[in-house]
């Protein structure tokens, strides 16, 4: 049986790689707090809208690192259309691109990520997300699809898992409760946290009861100065 120790990353790796920031944001937001030079983007939102490719295809020009996970928008992690996916990479071609995944689901993930490695994978770098309700299902999955570069680890499975073993940084997809749930890791960290904390006029430090899922379509910004505080804190813990 696989324990949870067994799941040390490497320590070279760790020791190299710092966490570096994508901040996820909601379409009309993007310009105003995307301001690292990691980025994180969704394919439905790409071929939606002209404002959303245009931003993420200038930040791939500019040598930014960016990434687009291929799911559906909203909080229960689903593969996206295949008719979808097919426009967004005919749109924007990314630096990494995040194998669809079902959450929770190990043996559907491993599915619908062969599938993808099939029909786009040749042409991709691609990240493999990982599902499972235990680190023994974690482990199944990792087993069953090999990296063309990395893993990926959505936040519903850190409490699962929050390392594996792998030669590339890891990506972890969003933390839904505060920014000292990864602390000592290193890799890829794409979050909205504080930006679903700023749009309730919430610090960081305020994190309790955690905020909702981000809403990509909010149009109005309540409180900037809190937002922009927000992801100041954020940028600053994760350079430490």
Known sequence: MLSAGSWRSNPIVEERVKMKLAIIAPVELIEKYCITDTQYC??????????????????????????LDIRKPGWRRQPEDYDIIKKALSLLTPTVTIYPSVMYNAQKTIEVAMQFIELFGSKL???VCLEGTTIEEVESCRESIRPIYTYALPSHIFSTTTSVRCEQPLIYIENHLKIEELDGLSGFLATSLPIRL??????????????????????????????????????????K
Request: aromatic share 14%; hydrophobic share 35%.
């Open 125 to 127: 770098v691609g990240a």
């Open 42 to 67: 969704i394919p439905r939102l790409l071929v939606d809208s002209d404002k959303y490719t245009e931003f993420y295809k200038q930040k791939r020009q500019d040598g930014n690192y960016v990434m």
């Open 198 to 239: 700023g749009l309730l006029g919430r610090l960081v430090a305020d994190y309790m009861p955690s905020p909702p899922s981000l809403d990509f379509f909010i149009k109005e910004d309540p409180f900037p100065k809190v937002v922009e505080r927000n992801i100041k804190d954020t940028i600053e813990y994760y350079s």
